[in-house]
């Protein structure tokens, strides 16, 4: 048997904002211990598996690649220009798989999801196998724990086998239904975690959706790489209409089974999921007073919380936002953000860490006409050589070995030197070194924004025609 393992990493998590921004969503940042999510279905995905593909959002080519690095070096990267839901995600990833000539199958895994019990999941996964290669679309379901009106409920025929046959999806239900899908036995927790041969799904897809199907199909035979990775034309895959596996495909087939399974699942889909299921990252900085079942998060190591008189409250702490939240109302949290994103506020899509080709950059002060970041640059990377007509830049080596491009010279600096560049004047920086080069840039002018890059030259192809 060959099995292959999607990840599907093109969520935005915005019910844990401000921690999970669209610019650097909850699968890709430490929420709660190492390593961050993504890895962590990474590293399930590696030990069952033999091969893995992951599906994600273009704008975080370069995150992807900084979490697939030491892990894994023959992934299969799709990225996609814009979401389109589960249904298309999944069809691209198929159509790769058969493409290359196997049809095997796939494992789909979410990529910000928590699963306790990785030997009842591969236990699961093994029984579910022979109906898979039967051609059988295999939905794994969790046991309720409580009666949790956020999920999706598979409902079984019966409960009689590790895979029974599906009566039928039912969408999120009030307190009432939740409680009678608990106590009935038959009501699972809808994962978004399936298994099917890639064949069998796409046979399905163009049977039950098939205008899904024809435009997934003209949009992957566009493609083409990029440092590696697949891209696809953006106008094709923006005509691709939006859907989920389980409206597309898994509510309208009769060929549909679900493997009932107990393996300590949830979605940690809002702060007080990840509050009942992870660790706080500071419990030594925060100092509690008649304060209990509090959750609080912080990214600054060195900041002191103290709580007196609250009980059953998620305060999470960031350089730029503060979010203080009862844990009942945390599916309240998407709202905020809403209110946020339709005044044009940035702090919802900006994250603290930029990721790029070459490395990332931090934002660690601003303010009228200067900007303080904090660049990382890869061992063996280089920046663009490129200029700005708005600002002047100061760059202090912290460790590492920099090669500059300053105007017509090409020199290296050491830890504690810097080097000045003008307004206008053309620059490059590289790490010619074997460990990461860290290095404090000052910003100062008239405007500060990322547009403000002319690019003269670029390894990586970002230099416009």
């Given at each position: 048997m060959i099995l292959k393992s999607i990840i599907l990493a093109g969520g935005s998590g915005t019910r844990l904002w401000p921690l999970s921004r669209k610019g650097s969503p909850k699968q890709f940042v430490n929420i709660g211990g190492e390593p961050s999510l993504f890895q962590s279905t990474l590293q399930r995905a590696l030990s069952i598996a033999n091969?893995?593909?992951?599906v994600a959002a273009e704008s975080h080519q370069f995150m992807v690649k900084d979490e697939l690095a030491g892990q894994v070096n023959d992934a299969s990267v799709m990225l996609e220009p814009c979401g389109k839901n589960t249904a298309p995600a999944i069809a691209i990833a198929a159509m790769d798989v058969l493409d290359k000539g196997d049809d095997a199958i796939l494992l789909v895994m979410p990529s910000d999801h928590l699963i306790k019990h990785q030997d009842v999941f591969m236990q699961a996964i093994e029984d579910a196998t022979p109906f898979a290669q039967d051609g059988k679309l295999i939905t794994f379901g969790a046991k309720p724990e409580y009666p949790e009106t956020g999920y999706g409920y598979i409902n079984l025929e019966s409960v009689s086998g590790a895979v029974n046959k599906v009566a039928r999806f039912v969408e999120k239900p009030n307190e009432t239904l939740a409680k009678e899908y608990c106590d009935s036995g038959q009501y699972f927790w809808n994962t978004g975690i399936f298994m099917f041969k890639a064949s069998s799904y796409l046979n399905e897809l163009k049977q039950y959706s098939p205008e899904i199907y024809a435009a997934c199909k003209a949009t992957f035979e566009s493609k083409f790489d990029d440092l590696g990775d697949m891209k696809f034309d953006a106008?094709?895959?923006s005509a691709i209409p939006e859907d989920s596996i389980d409206y597309a495909v898994l509510e309208?087939?009769?060929?549909?089974?679900?493997?009932?399974?107990?393996?300590?699942?949830?979605d940690l889909g809002a702060w007080n999921s990840i509050a009942d299921n992870l660790p706080a990252s500071q419990h030594d900085k925060v100092i509690s007073k008649n304060a209990k079942l509090n959750h609080v998060v912080t990214s600054n190591k060195q900041k002191v919380v103290s709580l007196i008189g609250v009980s059953d409250v998620v305060v999470v702490d960031t350089d730029d936002a503060l979010l203080i939240v009862n844990k009942d109302d945390a599916q309240q949290v998407k709202s905020v953000v809403d209110e946020l994103k339709a005044a044009g506020n940035d702090i919802v899509v900006t994250p603290k860490c930029v990721h790029r080709p070459w490395g990332t950059y931090e934002t660690i002060d601003n303010g009228h006409r200067y900007k303080v970041k904090r660049i990382t640059v890869k061992p063996g990377a280089t920046l663009s050589l490129q200029l700005?007509?708005?600002?002047?830049?100061?760059w202090i080596v912290v460790s590492g070995t920099a090669e500059v491009t300053n105007g017509e010279k090409t020199f290296l600096l050491s830890e504690n030197e810097s080097t000045y560049i003008p307004i206008g004047i053309q620059h490059r920086l590289a790490n010619p070194g074997k460990f990461d080069l860290e290095l404090i840039e000052v910003q100062s002018g008239s405007y500060l924004e990322e547009n403000d890059i002319v690019r003269l030259e670029d390894t990586y192809g970002r230099v416009e025609a």
């Open positions: 091969s893995v593909s992951v106008d094709l895959f309208k087939s009769s060929n549909v089974m679900c493997a009932p399974v107990s393996m300590g699942w949830n700005h007509h708005h600002r002047a830049e100061h």
